[in-house]
């Protein structure tokens, strides 16, 4: 790779191959059957995928930018060690590389770079699709059986659903500098590409000033569709949606794939009014759609930092849109009762 090109095109370009890589290793693992769940705390559970796939993102990424701080979502040393050759990636997407670069970020160096990891936003997703690929009725009920996640109501929903919720599964790498999110990827391990039955999975950047790549944009639905979380609401989040006065309300999981709701033209507003999400869950999303001309705050309106040394949780929730009008009407319409609960919890 040419050191001619700019430092953060070029960081971009090689964590769009470094997400593509860490997809597959997310897929490989659900193939294998034995997700390795452990519980990080109370709710909060990883599987190998999530802990193979952060080893082979910063493994690949620190091989080629050793002085960037990458902080990752599985933070435990027990996770580190060596990575096989085979997830070592020191490619470059090559439209990425033919990018122009932001005045701005020029003259950028590797340490003033902070790079947020989720190797796999959606592990309640990710955990419920394996059930669903339990093709003999017997044993998805004996992984349902010992299975952290799963109610009795969704595994009767899963059983209505060819592939669970597979597609909600996203591999996520955002670039910050500055504190500020400046460009980013989201990866689909599960998404079927129409007219290619021998490609999964789809990989979507966006560069400030630049724009996005990787999909098609489109401009929001007509009527008000709001998304938001399917498996961790409140009373709190529940207001917060109801004085939207949306014309529907999408419960789907991970932060990448609403945001990416956002971007097809699927959603109007994305709206969570909790402290739930993480710096990792949000940078990356945050990045590409803010290239996309979109906008995502907490839900007072005020934006989130990205330097090293700030607090992982989102502790006052997020509210995006694909537009500075829509997200003002959203903002406008939470009240201020509300946002004084988040903000004081």
């Avoid at 050191?3 to 294998?32: E, N, Q």
Wanted: glycine fraction near 8%; include cysteine; charged fraction near 20%.
């Amino acid at each position: 790779m040419s050191t001619s090109v700019p430092l953060i095109v070029r960081l971009l370009a090689s964590s769009v191959s470094v997400a593509g890589r860490a997809g597959k290793i997310v897929r490989d693992v659900m193939s294998k059957g034995e997700l390795g769940i452990v519980e990080k705390a109370k709710d909060d559970y990883q599987t190998e995928a999530d802990r193979s796939a952060q080893r082979c993102i910063i493994a690949s990424l620190s091989a080629q930018y050793p002085k960037i701080n990458i902080i990752g979502e599985e933070d435990n040393p027990d996770n580190e060690g060596d990575v096989c050759s085979d997830w070592l990636t020191i490619d470059a997407d090559k439209e990425v590389l033919r990018l122009e670069c932001p005045s701005e970020l020029q003259g950028i160096k590797e340490e003033d770079i902070v790079v947020w990891v989720d190797p796999l936003d959606g592990t309640s997703e990710y955990t419920q699709g394996a059930l669903m690929l339990k093709r003999d009725p017997w044993e998805r009920w004996k992984m349902y059986l010992t299975h952290p996640f799963i109610s009795i109501k969704w595994y009767l929903s899963l059983l209505q659903s060819h592939y669970g919720f597979l597609e909600h599964v996203t591999v996520l790498i955002g670039i910050s500098v500055n504190e500020k999110p400046v460009a980013g990827v989201i990866h689909q391990p599960y998404y079927k590409n129409v007219g290619s039955e021998n490609k999964t999975g789809r990989t979507i950047w966006g560069l400030q000033e630049i724009g996005v790549g990787g999909f098609t944009p489109a401009p929001p639905p007509n009527s008000l569709i709001i998304t938001t979380t399917r498996s961790h609401s409140n009373p709190v989040v529940e207001k917060a949606l109801q004085v939207m006065n949306a014309s529907q309300i999408l419960r789907v999981g991970g932060a990448g794939f609403k945001v990416l709701q956002l971007l097809e033209g699927k959603a109007s507003v994305y709206v969570f009014a909790s402290p739930g999400c993480k710096k990792w869950d949000t940078c990356a999303p945050e990045a590409i759609l803010s290239a996309a001309g979109g906008k995502l705050t907490d839900i007072l309106g005020h934006n989130y930092k990205y330097g090293a040394t700030e607090s992982r949780p989102n502790k006052t929730g997020v509210l995006a849109a694909v537009n500075a009008d829509l997200h003002n009407y959203a903002l406008n319409r939470i009240p201020q009762e509300l946002k004084d609960k988040l903000a004081n919890k």
